[in-house]
């Protein structure tokens, strides 16, 4: 499986299983023990390989290793990690190498120091695409534009019109990228999810249910 897994101890009754941000989480129950954790155990990885063998294959998960490719919309980036320095840092030098420098193997700090520098270099990328969206159909104003490391949605529009797009999305094919952005942008003119909304986004864009759907199939997966 190329897919790690990650196992937790939960307090409740219940065992469960869920793919998230590119892990199979797994959260047994302290009741279950022996024989019986190791069935689960087997029934759970059963179920994350059917739902993983049908996840589309029109996307590249980050690689955050050394040696990793990171592969985005409009670049890609080559990771080379550098251990025993001073300090934790990144650079990006030309052809989109990125050196890593790590005082101590640390995975969760790599992936931190690499999606911060990521989101840094494509933010560019995010303004143009939402003000060429924007100019395109909904001719509206708003105020800050982000994007977000976040698992819990693929974007949103905020009451002071600040718009933040989930980092995740640079992995998605990009007319689903796209998709969100006309969803956050309709927002402007309506602050709900009303017909009158649904109008708008199918307005700007007359195929956004094939999106919809491609993140409901496979938004999972994205790291």
């Known amino acids: 499986m190329k897919?790690?897994?990650?196992?937790?101890?939960?307090k409740s009754r219940t065992s469960s299983v869920r793919l998230r941000a590119g892990k199979v989480v797994i959260r047994f129950s302290r009741h279950v023990r022996g024989r019986e954790r190791d069935k689960m155990m087997e029934k759970f990885m059963k179920w994350a390989e059917k739902k993983l063998s049908e996840i589309s294959a029109d996307f590249v998960l980050p690689e955050y290793r050394d040696g990793g490719r990171?592969?985005?919309?409009n670049k890609n980036y080559e990771l080379s990690v550098m251990l025993g320095n001073k300090r934790?840092?990144?650079d990006l030098r030309d052809g989109g190498v990125m050196k890593v420098f790590l005082v101590v193997p640390d995975d969760k700090k790599l992936k931190d120091l690499v999606e911060k520098k990521i989101m840094q270099d494509q933010q560019?990328?995010?303004e143009e695409v939402l003000s060429e969206l924007n100019q395109l159909h909904f001719q509206q104003k708003y105020n800050d534009v982000k994007w977000k490391r976040t698992c819990s949605r693929f974007g949103s529009c905020s009451s002071k019109r600040n718009i933040n797009i989930a980092y995740r999305l640079?992995?998605?094919p990009r007319e689903v990228f796209r998709y969100v952005c006309v969803h956050e942008l309709a927002h402007l003119k309506e602050f709900n999810h009303s017909k009158r909304f649904w109008d708008l986004v199918e307005e700007a864009m007359p195929k956004y249910k094939e999106s919809e759907?491609?993140?409901k199939e496979n938004g999972f997966a994205l790291g």
């Open 213 to 215: 759907k491609w993140l």
């Open 3 to 10: 897919y790690p897994v990650e196992i937790h101890e939960s």
């Open 70 to 73: 990171i592969v985005t919309h």
């Open 88 to 90: 934790n840092r990144v």
């Open 170 to 172: 640079l992995f998605a």
């Open 124 to 126: 560019e990328y995010l």
